[in-house]
């Protein structure tokens, strides 16, 4: 079954205390993305992938780090998490290349974290 | 830039009667258009999607959308609605050539709330 997987789905932890939230997918999609959610303000992007060591910054990256080793992990790591990064955290992926730039994007059920 | 107002936070609508959620859009290029639903507790799910052609486009579990370029607008709609569509609702744009990447930019998201 094709799809995003992201590790852990909640978490409750302090400030100061470095924590990663894991996202794979099994498309093989060169596109991964981090997404944030608030209340009224949708999903804002963080950072996004366009394919292995091939990283950038979205909207709101400030406090965010990423990697891409491989093509299916793209894990989001916050050093020093503070409270105003508490939120709902959405990973998603899809194809590159104009050709794909009318498909939609996969996303994952979302990571729950509580900063304290 | 691109941008997207969903101008409702929430939509209250009787079972059976038709629904309207708005999306209005702001692209310099010509938009690729989506609508996702997300239920509670996962991610979003891909609903429909306007690329090219006929200005009504048909998706899934019965919903439509109508775009409209003279007023940058991608309505969902349902002739029907069912309680099992009570979910929160996002519009979402991509801006097509002046796009770097698959970004994806969301509106603020519209609560439907379908009552018996």
């Known amino acids: 079954e094709a799809q995003v997987t992201q590790n852990p789905r909640y978490l409750i932890t302090v400030t100061g205390k470095k924590l990663t939230v894991t996202c794979s997918q099994n498309?093989?999609?060169?596109?991964m993305s981090w997404y944030r959610q608030d209340p009224g303000l949708g999903l804002r992007q963080i950072y996004y992938?366009?394919?292995?060591?091939?990283?950038d910054k979205g909207d709101v990256p400030e406090g965010y780090k990423v990697s891409r080793k491989e093509k299916r992990n793209f894990p989001l790591i916050l050093e020093s998490p503070s409270p105003n990064q508490t939120s709902l955290y959405f990973c998603?992926?899809?194809?590159?290349?104009?050709?794909?730039?009318?498909?939609?994007?996969?996303f994952g059920d979302g990571t729950r974290l509580s900063i304290l | 830039a691109q941008s997207v107002a969903q101008p409702e936070d929430q939509v209250n609508v009787a079972e059976g009667n038709p629904l309207t959620v708005k999306c209005t859009y702001s692209?310099?290029?010509?938009?690729?258009l989506f609508w996702y639903v997300q239920y509670p507790n996962r991610g979003l799910q891909f609903l429909l999607k306007y690329i090219t052609g006929d200005n009504l486009v048909k998706g899934s579990y019965g919903f439509e959308a109508e775009f409209n370029k003279s007023q940058t607008s991608f309505h969902l709609k349902k002739p029907s609605a069912l309680v099992s569509d009570s979910a929160l609702y996002f519009c979402a744009v991509r801006d097509i050539p002046n796009n770097a990447g698959n970004m994806l930019t969301f509106g603020g998201g519209t609560r439907l709330m379908v009552k018996p």
């Open positions: 992938s366009m394919n292995v060591e091939v990283t």
């Open positions: 998603a992926s899809s194809l590159v290349g104009r050709q794909n730039s009318n498909q939609p994007q996969h």
């Open positions: 692209v310099s290029g010509n938009p690729y």
């Open positions: 498309m093989n999609h060169e596109y």
